[in-house]
């Protein structure tokens, strides 16, 4: 079933350019970008959000580390109709399975999950069919959670925050190749005393959000929410 909801994003980011949302296509301030986002259930974005907030204190730009909701982005258009339409009927819940941390060169792509996305996976089989219904420049190349988005000019920071999330063992790494495994420990920082990190190695996509990704971060509007089949 699916519920429409118009909702403002919140975060602080002041960049005034309109981007596919992790698709790596700059369309400008006057463009208009439409996303497919899969989000973990809520319970599950909460814990994720708790890294997602271990950051500097200070930035060159102000453009560095805003807000957003934890999604992995399947698919990209200007047409919001046509990646309604694209979404499978009665899609059910897709389980995603995190596999590496990755520090990258692009504002959208800075500090980031890779996840596994096996023959035969849900996750797989639902981009392979999103790339027959939309093109392939509308799946993004590879599967991916952001955790955060840094401007050029806090380039230094990329490394420095994946590193930062490995010392504070926020992440835990194992295994090589394929067989790669990462986890995140989620922990409130504002809760004094001893914590029990919940830990994460993946997450149940049961949402997919539409989402207008149009001119700064705070302005990105998610359209429609769709619930997944349990």
């Not at 118009?6 to 006057?30: F, H, K, Q, W």
């Not at 799946?139 to 990329?158: C, K, T």
């Not at 990462?182 to 994460?200: N, S, T, Y």
């Not at 190695?201 to 997944?228: A, Q």
Request: aromatic content about 6%.
């Amino acid at each position: 079933m699916a519920t429409c909801v118009r909702d403002v994003m919140s975060p602080t980011d002041e960049r005034a350019i309109v981007y596919l949302c992790c698709s790596n296509v700059t369309l400008g301030a006057t463009g208009m970008g439409i996303s497919l986002w899969l989000v973990p259930r809520a319970s599950q974005a909460a814990n994720i959000k708790l890294v997602m907030r271990v950051k500097p204190t200070t930035t060159h730009s102000p453009s560095s580390f805003p807000e957003f909701h934890p999604h992995v982005t399947l698919a990209s258009s200007r047409d919001a109709t046509a990646l309604r339409a694209a979404i499978p009927a009665e899609q059910r819940v897709v389980p995603v399975r995190f596999k590496s941390l990755e520090v990258g060169d692009k504002y959208y792509m800075s500090v980031y999950v890779a996840v596994h996305t096996p023959p035969g996976s849900p996750l797989k089989t639902l981009r392979e069919h999103l790339r027959a219904r939309l093109g392939s420049e509308a799946v993004p190349p590879v599967a991916h959670l952001s955790l955060y988005y840094i401007d050029d000019a806090d380039e230094a920071e990329r490394a420095r925050t994946a590193e930062t999330l490995r010392s504070e063992l926020r992440v835990l790494e194992s295994g090589r190749g394929e067989e790669r495994v990462v986890r995140l420990a989620c922990v409130d920082d504002d809760v004094e005393g001893e914590q029990e990190p919940e830990i994460l190695d993946g997450f149940d996509g049961d949402e997919i959000w539409v989402v207008r990704c149009e001119g700064p971060v705070p302005e990105w509007e998610v359209l429609e929410k769709i619930s997944l089949v349990r």
